[in-house]
Each structure stands twice: as C-alpha cells, then as structure tokens.
C-alpha cells in the first residue's frame, strides 16, 4: 500500500460554462503585488492581454504582508479569533489590492471592475477559514466582460450559500478562484503568474542546468506539487483536472512562455517519460506498532495532518510521513495514543514523477541503481503508477536529485 | 438676507420603524477604536450595555490612520482613482474594527457579528464618495438582535440600489450611519463616543470654567456644529432632527453622563435662554460688487464651497464667509469672474447660540454692549432665531467668548 492523497474537491455549478476560449483568467500572487508600482505592472499586462483580443478576468493575491498584518491584529485582541470574523476580516486584503488594480487600468484608458467573492458570485460552504466552493454564479462577471471591462475578482473568498456571510478559501485560496472562475466561465486557460517561471526539471538551486518544462500533466503536477515542487498547490491542481481548466505557470516578471498544465491528451505535451525530479530537504517519517490503520489515519485526519506518503508491510507496522509543519501535532497525537511509536527527522525525500513511466518498467530499477551507484541507500520507497519516491538522509539529497536528473538526461540539451 | 445652509438630508425607509425603545445604537469615532486595546476597552462597553438590558447596536469608525493610509495607495496608483474603485478600497478599514470588535465580544462570553454596509442594509444612491443613505433594509441586523447578538456595522458605507456597488458617505459617514440605523430601528437613542465628555457653553480650552451642557436642542446644536463646534458634524444632526432620533454625545474613556441632543419639547432639556458660544478662529469673510447673488452661490456650491454666512445690504454688494479649507476653491472662483472682490483672512467668527433667544429679544442688545465693553467691534453680524454670530478680529476671538460666556452666565455655578 502506498498512495499519495489528494483533498477532495468541489463541483462547479457555474451559468455558462459552454466555453468561451478567447477568455483568459490571470491570476498574480503576493509577490506579484507586493507594491503600487508591481500592481501598475499587473495592470499593464491585463491592458496588454485585452489588446490582443481576449477578455480578461484577473484575480489578485493580497499586497505583500497586508493578510499577516491582519492576522497580527486578530492574535492581538483574541488567542482563538471568532471563525466568522476571522474571514471577515482577513478577505479585506484582496479587496484592496484588486480595486487598486482596476484604477490603475482605468489611468491606463481601458475600463474595469473589481469584484469582491461575494460580488463575483462565489458561492461556498460555511467552513470559515476553508471553505470550498459550492458554486459560481458568473452573471455580474459576464455581463462586465460583455460591456468591455476588464474584470478583476478578489481572490482567496466567496459568500456562504446559507448566511451570507463572508468566506475564506484557505492557502492557496486565490489560485482556487482563479481556476474556479476559468472553469465556470469555461476560459480558454487560466495563467498562474509567479515569481518563477515555470516548472523545472528540477530545483535550479540543485541542479543548475535544469530545465523549464514546457508542458506537463495534471497528475505529474499533482505528484510533483506532494512532492515538493513549491509552483502550485495540490487543491487547484485537482480543481483545474476535475474541470478541464488548462493552466500556465507564467512569471510575473519575463514574458517567458511558462509551463502548460494539461491533460494527457493535450497536444501542448511533449509525451517525455520523465517530467522531472522533486524534492524536500525533511520530512519526518513515523514508524507506528499495534495500532488498525483506519484508527491511526482517522486521528490524523481530525488533526489536520496531511499524511503524503503511506507504507504498510507487515500487520503490525504502519509507516507513514508528513510535512515537518505537521510535526508537533503528529507527536502530540501518537504520544496520546496507546502505541509503540518512533520518528525520524534526518530523512529528506527525492521523487522522480513522469507520466510515460507507466509503461515504461525498467525506469524503477534505474532509479534505485543510480542511487546505489552514488552509495544512497533509501530508507523507505513508495511509488505510484507516475512516481517513484525515496526517503534518503537529508545530507544526501542535494546529489540524489542531481544523479537522477542527469540519469534521466532531463537537462537542457 | 443671513442665513446658514444646512446639507438636504436623505428619507429612511427602514422596516420596522414602529420603535424599539430598548434598542441603543452606539457609535465610536477614530480615536476610540486607535489600537486593538481600544477596541477591547469598547468590546466591554458595548457587553456592558447588553448586560444592562440593551438590545446593542456598535458602529466603528476606521481605526485611527486607516483609511488615510489607504487614500495614500490610491493616489500612488492614480491622480485621480476611478470613484467606483476608490469606495471599494477605503470601505475597507471599518470592516477591519468592527470585526476585531466582534471577536473582542465573543472572548468576553456574548455572542456578535460584524456587518458590511450592504449586509445590514445600507442601500445608497449611486453618487461615490457622498452617496446618501435611500433605504435601511434592516432585517439583518433585526434577526441578530432578536438572536441576543451585538450586532456591529461597518459605519461610513453601504451598498448601491441599482448597480450594488460599494459606496461611501462622505465626511462624518459614520455618524451618519449610526443615526440612520438609530432611525431605522426606531431606537431609543443613539450614543455618540468620542474624545471629549459632551458639548460645553464654550471651548475649555478658551474658557476654563465652561461648563458640559446636559443637553441642547437639534437646532442649537446644529448652529454650534455651523459655527466651530467639533463635536458633530451638520448632516448626521440634521438626519437626527429629521427622524426624532435622541442623540447623546459621550466620551468613549469616561463614565460621563455627556450631552444630550433632542427635540424642543424632550423632558431632558432644562431650557436655558442662552446654551453656548461657539468660535472658528479664522473665517475668512469675501465682499463681491456688481453680481447677481444666485448666479454666485449657484458657481460656489458647484465648486463644493460650504459657505456659512451671507449677507447682503444693498443691490450691488454681497458678503459672505466660508470656511479657511475652501479659501482656495473660492479664490479660484472669484478670479474667474469678471467683479469687483476682495478677502479678508484676518477674522474669526464668535456665535452666542440658544433656543430661548427667541422669545428673549434683549439678548442682541446684551451681546454687542458686551462686545462694546470690552473694545471689539464686529466687523459683520449676522442672526438667526437662535444665533447671534459676529465676526471679529482672530485676535480678539478668545476675549470675546469668555467675556459673551461671563456676561450670559454660562459658567459651572
């Protein structure tokens, strides 16, 4: 048993999502937007992009540290901030810096309109600070998008279907509008601009000549996001998947063409066997005795531990890792527990993901000989049907991920 | 021809304006909610009133420098923000107090929400940056009520009827806010916290022994706001007078009784003659020759100038005053055209107010010998009903209030 999981994701129930291609969702992160003159930048690209004919719906983190500072003031007033409030008061940073964005297209000569969630139409649950998204009700968008305008949609919240009241996403939040909205408006694609500018073969940091990824698909983002790949998270990966949204991780910063998320049927794709290697300088393995796995993943669960990597392989021993955040809640739960249990947090983990290993089965027993061949032995090994994972010591990873990106010839030619 | 302008002030059409006379709404200004203390500190006030029996109303002004950080981002942005967006972004401070608020009564045992302008129901017309309140659709805020909640709402804001965008109200909106909901409600009185106890028969700060006032009628306290009087602004008096809202100004750190602000025929009045004397140190006073007067107020309230005071004795000249903020505004004005003007900037204005002054015909008399007694005299006089306003030298100001306050007997007995 080894599996990776994925949180389970809403349905859009949107007006028209018959499909408008030549509609395009920009969505800019924190960094993006850090400063009055970075959202002017935004401003020109969306100026730009409905210059080239396409009708635009931007979506904007919030500025730099304005959500922190928030979340600064709640701890001030109360240890457990109220939920309802909680969302209320944190969703404000979006609403700045999307109506500061639409004044600067209007200085720019072209129309806009910022949205709040609630004005957007995104409809959620009433699970304050991760809500999921119930529904898009895109009227006001499109009829913005019809006199013209640019759209900008404040990321990161909607409005609870029920109470009315202000929601929040939780981490990620505004990439999950983006691809809600590209997906209910039925968009031609759904840009990701960033601080990078793409996915890579594998961590530049590690291996310098590794290589922008022009294309790769949803299920090796997935594999690559769980396993280290920083670009975007797993739940608007799934989103974009589960939808048909095609998404591209673009830099806010060149006008590098980015990397293409796609299905496998997408004829953007270069078919490679290997897309790239991912990695994780520590994540904490646990090794737990006597215990029903069900009990054990329950608890975990209740607790919020994102539980990646699953190994089970005799009755009465589970392994199982998760990310080093989730550590004191993991040892706070096996410690209260009635179970024999040990961690270990000297372990890093490097994963080899690529869609074409499906049929390809040697690739399995190289990855192992090139790791034998630089004396790493794994620890632990898991796999999926794209993924090949190992738990290696922290100190070897650095020259695990450089031995299999040069194995696999996944470097610029 | 003297006469003082008041703003024309919007209908409410609320739900329930039967009267709830257990309902208080209580406002809190800038200063009172400047740090997250201070928003504590009015947490306990507003549980205090619900534990005293009140059903509880809370509207929070913008926590102190806010929403002036906020017009600083925009006019990075833009010379000139888009209206529409510029509402959108500096709404946003009393969402963020009245939130924190909420949080501070939950962790006090009571439960409370915190309300957008267009969640409780403010709906606007659709003129931003001065929108007037057209509606309180209040059955929001009335559920929460009848749920036991503090109910808190983003004062300065609400929502417009046609487009449903965000407004705002203007200078003072929150005040506003707080006696249309007060209105609205039919409740039994609507507080007024701010940085000083009350209103006082003078400037303290002019007159040592000037003395809070228990409480005054709409029209005194409406020209003491027209004639230098700080404590409330003309529009949210005028909307209280129009709707026979009981307003009581109070200091949001003290215990103090302040200053009550009610209808002629109010119980609570002790009918005192003369109530106050009010100032402005600098009012500068304008003499135009050879024009038509409504083609002259017509062009100044066009530029947004708030003129006080005009005076007309004879076909070919007229005098006014306006405030020293829109001496600019003014001079442009007249430059452009084509008469015979000139300014004066080294005047003040000294104004004995009170609603007994009606029946009490000497009082004129009385104040100018007291003038006279002292070596000032006015430069222009003007009078209302209840108003007897002589502009003097700025250096002769602070003589003349102690000597009007000593002669009318204004002082602490």
Redesign the interface.
Known sequence: MATTHYETVPEVAGDAVSGSPDIVVMKFGGTSVAD?EK??EVARRLVRAQEEGRRVVGVLSAMGDTTDE?IR??H????R??P???D??IS?GE??S???C???V??LGHE???L?GS?AGIVTDTVHGKAKIAEVRAT?INDALDAGKIVLVAGFQGVSADS?D?TTLGRGGSNLTAVALAAALGAGACEMYTDVEGVYTADPRLVPHARRLPAVTYEEMLELSASGAKVLQLRSVEFARNHDVRLQVRSTFSDAEGTWIVDEEDPVLEKAIISGVAHTDCEPLYRVRHIDAARLFERLAAANVNVDTILQVSSDEIVFSAPVEDREACEELLGGLDVEWSMRDDLGKVSLVGAGMKSHPGIAAQAFATLGGIGVEPEVISTSPIKIACHVRTEDVPKAVAALHDAFELGAA
């Open positions: 009055t959202i002017t928030l003031l709640a001030q007033i109360s240890p901030p109220h309802r409030e909680y209320m008061l404000v609403r700045i999307n109506s500061l639409a004044m600067a209007h200085d806009a309109i910022s709040t004005q006001r009315h202000v």
